[in-house]
């Protein structure tokens, strides 16, 4: 079980897809947001997002933007199917600092990701990343994500100490992360509910949050894979 990067970029077939196809559903949360010219509205997300619309300016693909993104497929292969699982992985690769790509609320994000199926017809993942945040800042998002879904499950795992926590929501449709770039303490166990984040950042300024939202067709996928890479680093 291991991801495997296909080192053939697809831009050349994407191309095609964003030059000669542009579909319009009227029942979109994000219809009429294209990249680059209007922050994607994470709240309510529900993976109905024309990928085709949404990219529809190939220089971003090119270079020839103040944004860069590149598409590659992967694939990821499981022990119980014969056939591994593949998708298309949109990750960012460049951006200025006032580029706002996505966003939770009032809280705008600078980097993106989306995950696909190989034909854009379904997006399986979307993620957002933000950095130079404050506890103020991180607070909000977690207090906007609870009215949206509810209590969720913080963790941690101590013995990593890879300076990450997350706040963790499995629902019927979806599974949404967050996941706080934030410096571990030896007494987290013993912290009490919900407080270990407090204890985490209440004092540090710079803070990284990084958002998912996946089906949970996708979150399963990715819980059997045993290397990411870019963004999905941060999923597990």
Known sequence: MIIKRIQNTVFKKRLVLFLGVVLVSCGQQNKDVHFGEAPLQLNGFNFDLDIPNFFNDEAYFRHKADISMRAEEEMVELDDQDEPFEYVRYSQSSFSSDTKVAAYGDLVFRKILLCTDLADENTYLVGAQQEDLTASDIDKLVNNLKKDYGTPTPYIDIEKKNDRASYEWYLEDKV???????????????????????????????????????????DQVMQEAYSFSGMLVYYR
């Open 176 to 218: 949404v992360k967050l996941v706080l770039n934030v410096q571990t303490t030896s007494d987290m166990e013993e912290a009490p509910e919900d407080g270990w984040q407090r204890i985490l950042y209440d004092n540090e300024e710079d803070l990284s949050a990084t958002l998912f939202i996946a089906t949970k067709q996708f």
